[in-house]
């Protein structure tokens, strides 16, 4: 079975400063998605950025970007220039690639950040 | 923000008694995935509706229930309920033309008291 790990329960960033985010997995797969959602207090579920495992080129959306490390099963998020409406939970997730599975997510534990003025 | 709704947004519900979740799936998407996220814990998958059709389930007892219907909507049923049941309650619909990605609403705050 997959699992994803997160081990920073918390996290804290001056505004304008940089971030970042980590998360581990295990898996057997070799072919899936890997997912960060963020989940301001108003609990809406918003996808952040997405990696295919098959690419070797890191994620990137604007201020956010990965560093997806297949070998390792590593999947950190880095946030530049950090701003306070990025204060939110975290969460990494894990969604196989297999024809006929389930396109559940599996989540970890999530890290809060905290963005400081 | 999605275009996926829930309803209610809180609910307050005895132990024993039973409950009614809804979901309303964004446009074009034909598949709804439902979720149960307890306080400070990540979501956990419960089961997903793929074209009125359940199509896998987490590790949920059989008195979580679901129903798609033909507009893709769905619901999540409860019976029996206990305290260990309070939760966010999140749908997530997706489709084949977005990659399966999942996109949420904003969930149902259940307490079972």
């Known amino acids: 079975a997959q699992t994803v790990t997160q081990s920073q329960p918390e996290m804290s960033v001056q505004e304008a400063e940089t971030v970042t985010l980590s998360c581990t997995y295990d898996?057997?797969?070799?072919?899936?998605?890997l997912f960060w959602y963020k989940q301001p207090p108003s609990r809406q579920m918003i996808l952040v950025i997405r990696q295919e495992a098959y690419k070797q080129q890191n994620a990137t959306e604007n201020r956010f970007s990965v560093n997806f490390q297949k070998a390792a099963k590593s999947f950190s998020l880095k946030i530049s220039d950090s701003q306070l409406g990025d204060a939110a939970m975290y969460f990494c997730a894990y969604r196989s690639d297999y024809g006929g599975a389930t396109n559940k997510l599996i989540f970890g534990t999530g890290t809060l950040l905290a963005v400081q003025p | 923000e999605t275009g996926v709704t829930q309803s209610p947004t809180h609910l307050i519900k005895t132990r024993g008694q039973q409950v009614t979740l809804r979901c309303s799936s964004q446009?074009?998407?034909?598949?709804v995935s439902w979720y149960q996220q307890a306080l400070g814990q990540g979501p956990q998958f419960i089961f997903q509706?793929?074209?009125?059709?359940?199509?896998g389930r987490g590790n949920f007892p059989p008195r979580f229930s679901g129903l798609q219907f033909p507009n893709y909507s769905s619901e999540l049923n409860v019976n029996a309920l206990e305290l260990d049941d309070s939760a966010l309650y999140l749908c997530a619909s997706s489709s084949t033309g977005t990659y399966y990605e999942q996109y949420f609403g904003p969930g149902t705050r259940l307490t079972v008291t």
């Open positions: 446009s074009g998407h034909n598949t």
């Open positions: 509706y793929y074209r009125e059709e359940e199509n």
């Open positions: 898996t057997s797969e070799s072919d899936y998605y």
